[in-house]
C-alpha cells in the first residue's frame, strides 16, 4: 500500500483548541478530494485515533484525509459537537492545503454518522454515515417506559471502534446517550434532530446500519423519506445482524468508496 504520511494534533480551533490529524500520502495532489472522517461514541466518547485504519485507506487511495477531534458532552451539549465539525469543514475549505478545495466529503460511524451528515445538510456536500443517529426527539418521545441508563459492561477506552456496542439493541443505553447529548432537555433534543434540516441543497448521502443493532433503522427511514422529498438523492444498505459502525467497515467500504468517486468528480 502506499505510504501514508500523517501530521497529528493541527489546531483547526484556536477558541476551544480542537485538533484533527491529517493523512495524506504521494497519491494526493492538488487535483485531489478531501474527506473529512468523524468519530463516533455518542457524542460523549471516543477519539480520533480510533479512525486511523481507515484515514490510511482513504489516503493512500488518493484523497487528502482529515481526522478531527470535536467537544463531547456531558461537559459540552448539543450544539458545541456540531459547531465543532461546521468550523473544521470552514477550516479545511479555507485552508491552504494541497487538494482540490470544491469537492469535500465526510464519513462516520455512529454519532459521527449523524455529524457527516449534518454537514450534508448544512454545505450540500456528499455524506457517509455508518450506523448514524437521526432518530432523536421522536424516539426518545415514543418510548416513555423505556429508563435511561449508561452502559455499565464494558470500558469503550480500551476497546477499537468495532468491538464497541455490538451486542444489538440497547434502548436503555440508546436512551441514555442520546438524552444526555442535551442534559435531559426535550426542547433542546427537537432542536438537535437532524431531520428538520434536510433542505433542497443537501448533499447527497450514503447509509448503512445494521438490521437489529444499538441504532433503530428508523432514522435511516426518516431521513430517507425527508431527503427523497426534498429531491435529494440517497442510498440505504441495511445489513443483517447486530454489528454496529465499524465492525461491518469491510462489508460497506467498497460501496463508500464508490459512493466518494461517482460523487467528487
Do not use: C
Request: aromatic share 10%.
Amino acid at each position: 500500500m502506499t505510504d501514508v504520511q500523517v501530521t497529528k494534533d493541527v489546531i483547526y480551533d484556536t477558541v476551544h483548541q480542537q485538533p484533527t490529524d491529517i493523512y495524506t500520502s504521494e497519491a494526493v495532489t492538488e487535483k485531489s478530494p478531501a474527506i473529512i472522517i468523524i468519530h463516533g461514541g455518542g457524542w460523549f466518547r471516543g477519539d480520533k485515533s480510533k479512525e486511523n485504519d481507515l484515514a490510511e485507506i482513504l489516503a493512500a487511495k488518493g484523497y487528502f484525509t482529515i481526522v478531527p477531534n470535536y467537544r463531547l458532552a456531558p461537559k459540552d451539549l448539543f450544539p458545541a459537537s456540531r459547531d465543532d465539525i461546521e468550523s473544521v469543514f470552514t477550516w479545511l475549505k479555507n485552508s491552504a492545503y494541497p487538494f482540490d478545495h470544491s469537492k469535500i466529503a465526510a464519513v462516520g460511524a455512529s454519532a459521527g454518522g449523524n455529524l457527516s451528515v449534518e454537514l450534508a445538510l448544512k454545505f450540500g456536500i456528499p455524506a457517509v454515515s455508518w450506523s448514524g443517529i437521526f432518530d432523536l426527539y421522536d424516539w426518545v418521545s415514543k418510548h416513555p417506559n423505556v429508563v435511561a441508563e449508561p452502559d455499565t459492561k464494558q470500558d469503550a477506552t480500551k476497546l477499537a471502534s468495532a468491538q464497541i456496542d455490538q451486542d444489538g439493541a440497547h434502548d436503555a443505553f440508546y436512551k441514555w446517550f442520546v438524552l444526555n447529548y442535551v442534559d435531559g432537555n426535550m426542547d433542546q433534543l427537537k432542536k438537535a434532530d437532524p431531520i428538520q434540516r434536510v433542505n433542497r441543497h443537501s448533499g447527497p448521502i450514503y447509509f448503512a446500519n445494521s438490521l437489529n443493532e444499538l441504532v433503530p433503522i428508523s432514522g435511516v427511514q426518516k431521513m430517507q423519506e425527508e431527503l427523497s422529498v426534498a429531491g435529494i438523492a440517497s442510498i440505504a444498505q441495511f445489513i443483517p445482524g447486530s454489528r454496529h459502525g465499524k465492525a461491518y467497515q469491510a462489508d460497506v467500504l467498497n460501496n463508500t468508496l464508490d459512493f466518494f468517486t461517482k460523487n467528487l468528480q
